[in-house]
């Protein structure tokens, strides 16, 4: 067998074997990823693998594996903890077990976290032809007139409801949730006037804002996005402190070594810090990590976990 320097692989919409340690023999491998958010963690994963084959000089093979339950089972229990075979993945996995969602693995202590990679905000967007200009004009309409305001998401459980409930649950005000079949449906319905308000996915409602269709608010990122510098963050829009957007990120099967885990980690930081990689994820709405360790990806995975969980609690929200 050819040998070399690293043991790699990604995914969770993306699996794909890699070599990660000097210690490790090369061998080729793949990335699989599935589950929701397809678009923006394919784009992220083959960004990432197209700078990771240049830095470490090694092949990263991206792989679909769709939202089968049966792949997930069997990449949760089965692979190697060898540092070849990573799972990409997205925030679809603290926000399905926030749900109670049958995954047949669990998310917590069948995986580990490597390496935080991107976030995907929402953008706050009311109808162009709406009144409402901020969102605390939003949330004093939402006061004066309660159970009166309507909101949009792309269906029961996905980010859009999650974030629309943290709002309401924040700002303590009552709104009608309406549940769509997707992001498309809900922000043709945005666009008609049909509902007041959404949090919708950047890459979704970007064009929309840009043909004046729609007006932003304020996004649910700490940070702006590059893609929307003149739209201020919920808590600049003074709404506290307000982190909602999606994650994206490589996680390795439980029994990884953490000094492969570690390898992983900063070879990522360093792809981190390349301006093009961060012009990409931009491009297709996110923005990029800041440089982490695996520790404090693990940190955040759980607080998200608890964020969600007292969210879906709160709002009695039940999967369907």
């Given at each position: 067998?050819?040998?070399?320097?690293?043991?790699?692989?990604?995914?969770i919409?993306?699996?794909?074997?890699?070599?990660?340690?000097?210690?490790?023999?090369?061998?080729?491998?793949?990335?699989?990823?599935?589950?929701?958010?397809r678009?923006?963690?394919?784009?992220?994963?083959?960004?990432?693998?197209?700078?990771?084959?240049?830095t470490?000089?090694?092949?990263?093979?991206?792989?679909?594996?769709g939202a089968?339950?049966?792949?997930?089972?069997?990449?949760?229990?089965q692979?190697?903890?060898?540092?070849?075979?990573?799972?990409?993945?997205?925030s679809?996995?603290?926000?399905?077990?926030?749900?109670?969602?049958?995954?047949q693995?669990?998310?917590?202590?069948?995986?580990?976290?490597?390496?935080?990679?991107?976030?995907?905000?929402?953008v706050?967007?009311?109808?162009?032809?709406?009144?409402?200009?901020?969102?605390?004009?939003?949330?004093?309409?939402?006061?004066?007139?309660?159970g009166k305001?309507?909101?949009?998401?792309?269906?029961?459980?996905?980010?859009?409801?999650?974030t629309?409930?943290?709002?309401?649950a924040?700002?303590?005000?009552?709104?009608?949730?309406?549940?769509?079949t997707?992001?498309?449906?809900?922000?043709?319905?945005?666009?008609?006037?049909r509902?007041?308000?959404?949090?919708?996915?950047?890459?979704?409602?970007?064009?929309?804002?840009?043909?004046?269709?729609?007006?932003?608010?304020?996004?649910?990122?700490?940070?702006?996005?590059?893609?929307?510098?003149q739209?201020?963050?919920m808590?600049?829009?003074?709404?506290?402190r307000?982190?909602?957007?999606?994650?994206?990120?490589?996680?390795?099967?439980?029994?990884?070594?953490?000094?492969?885990?570690?390898?992983w980690?900063?070879?990522?930081?360093?792809?981190?810090?390349?301006?093009?990689?961060?012009?990409?994820?931009?491009?297709a709405?996110?923005?990029?990590?800041?440089p982490?360790?695996?520790?404090?990806?693990?940190?955040?995975?759980?607080?998200?976990?608890?964020?969600?969980?007292t969210?879906v609690?709160?709002?009695n929200?039940?999967?369907?």
């Amino acid at each position: 067998m050819q040998r070399g320097p690293w043991p790699w692989s990604r995914s969770i919409f993306d699996a794909a074997h890699i070599v990660t340690s000097a210690d490790l023999p090369y061998k080729s491998g793949a990335l699989g990823r599935g589950m929701a958010c397809r678009g923006l963690v394919d784009v992220a994963a083959r960004q990432l693998a197209n700078r990771l084959q240049v830095t470490m000089g090694q092949p990263i093979v991206v792989e679909k594996a769709g939202a089968n339950g049966n792949y997930w089972r069997r990449f949760g229990s089965q692979a190697a903890a060898d540092g070849y075979t990573l799972l990409f993945s997205s925030s679809a996995l603290t926000t399905g077990t926030a749900m109670g969602a049958k995954m047949q693995f669990n998310a917590v202590t069948d995986l580990e976290r490597v390496s935080l990679v991107a976030h995907a905000p929402s953008v706050l967007v009311v109808q162009q032809a709406s009144s409402i200009q901020t969102a605390k004009e939003l949330v004093e309409r939402a006061r004066k007139e309660p159970g009166k305001l309507s909101y949009a998401s792309a269906g029961i459980g996905s980010p859009a409801h999650l974030t629309g409930e943290l709002f309401k649950a924040n700002e303590k005000i009552f709104v009608l949730h309406v549940p769509y079949t997707g992001a498309p449906a809900a922000m043709t319905d945005q666009i008609a006037g049909r509902v007041d308000y959404q949090f919708a996915n950047v890459a979704v409602a970007l064009p929309q804002i840009k043909a004046e269709k729609v007006r932003a608010l304020a996004v649910t990122s700490p940070q702006r996005m590059t893609s929307l510098p003149q739209v201020p963050t919920m808590s600049e829009a003074g709404m506290g402190r307000f982190d909602a957007a999606q994650w994206i990120g490589l996680l390795a099967p439980k029994g990884t070594d953490q000094s492969i885990k570690n390898k992983w980690a900063s070879e990522i930081n360093k792809v981190l810090e390349n301006k093009d990689f961060e012009a990409a994820l931009s491009n297709a709405g996110m923005n990029t990590a800041k440089p982490g360790t695996a520790e404090g990806f693990d940190t955040y995975f759980k607080q998200e976990l608890l964020q969600w969980k007292t969210v879906v609690k709160t709002a009695n929200i039940q999967p369907e």
